[in-house]
């Protein structure tokens, strides 16, 4: 750990609606380090999502600069679980998972691991099912697992355990880290629960969301090993949290945006 995987300077993406040009978040810096698990907390709509489609090449920046691994042809060198499985719906769960091994084998992880990731995320019995034939949980498990089966050195998580029951959810946030470790992965991590963020996360930034940036970051790598300084942590992370909930959203006045982004955006006031 300690180099930089990414850094993001400046940087906002602001849509265009009815309602005028509107910041998913603007004036954001992040520095995201080799190796972690990086997780971004904030209220609903503060634009975690925008983000992460961004980080895997699926969306742009309207302004300000972005650092990143990627392939030799530019793209970044990311694999993102959505919030929706999207699973194709004329295969197996079998041969879902094995799907990203037919584009990228990766060495670490032989063909033979397809059934050990069933078998831990709970699905051997489902190999032979069909993505329809599945719940929601089930089926975002099958897509971290052919995710995790191409082994990304970034890997984008976008709330992957919320659809999730507890017990489920806290083994897969275990097999995570432990996956993490055997692969070498740098992971962003989208969450809501600020308890899987301090678990999971070796620090934690806290988006505001608009033109308003990052409350902050936490670093909650030894978090979990005292008891006083976790509890002092999640009060101060929920606090912040609740604090960041309530404060109102932003719609920046004037001409829509041209989508291509590169200008740099006037400084904005919240208000
Ligand atoms: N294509 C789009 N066009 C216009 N506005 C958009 C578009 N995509 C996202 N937005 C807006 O950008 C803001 C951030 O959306 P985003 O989905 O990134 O939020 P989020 O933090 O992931 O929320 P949640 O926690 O509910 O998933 C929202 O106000 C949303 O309406
Ligand atoms: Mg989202």
Redesign the pocket.
Do not use: I, M, N, Y
């Given at each position: 750990m300690g180099t930089l995987a990414i850094r993001l300077t400046g940087a906002a993406?602001v849509?265009?609606?009815g309602n005028g040009r509107?910041p998913?978040?603007s004036g954001l810096d992040l520095e995201v380090r080799r190796g972690e698990v990086h997780a971004l907390l904030?209220?609903?709509?503060?634009?975690?999502?925008?983000?992460l489609r961004i980080l895997a090449g699926l969306d742009h920046l309207s302004a300000g600069e972005l650092t990143l691994p990627r392939h030799s042809d530019g793209r970044p060198a990311a694999g993102i679980v959505l919030?929706d499985a999207h699973l194709l719906p004329w295969l197996t769960v079998a041969d879902n998972v094995a799907l990203g091994l037919r584009y990228r084998a990766n060495r670490a992880v032989a063909a033979g691991r397809v059934d050990e990731l069933l078998e831990v995320l709970g699905l051997a019995e489902l190999a032979d099912a069909l993505p329809a034939e599945l719940s929601g949980g089930q089926a975002q498990r099958v897509a971290i697992a052919r995710t995790m089966l191409v082994a990304p050195p970034l890997l984008l998580l976008?709330?992957p355990f919320a659809a999730l029951d507890p017990l489920t959810r806290r083994d897969l946030q275990d097999w995570l880290l432990r996956v993490r470790d055997l692969l070498d992965l740098t992971i962003v991590l989208?969450t809501?629960d600020v308890d899987e963020a301090i678990h999971l996360g070796d620090r934690v930034t806290l988006?505001r969301?608009g033109s308003r940036g990052t409350v902050g970051t936490w670093d909650t790598r030894e978090v979990d090993r005292n008891s006083e300084v976790l509890a002092a942590t999640r009060h101060d992370l929920l606090a912040r949290y609740a604090a960041t909930s309530d404060e109102p959203?932003t719609v920046v006045p004037g001409p829509p945006l041209g989508t291509n982004g590169g200008g740099r955006l006037a400084p904005v006031a919240a208000r």
């Open positions: 993406r849509f265009s609606t509107v998913a978040f904030g209220p609903s709509g503060c634009g975690k999502s925008t983000l919030q976008d709330e989208v809501h988006l969301g959203s």
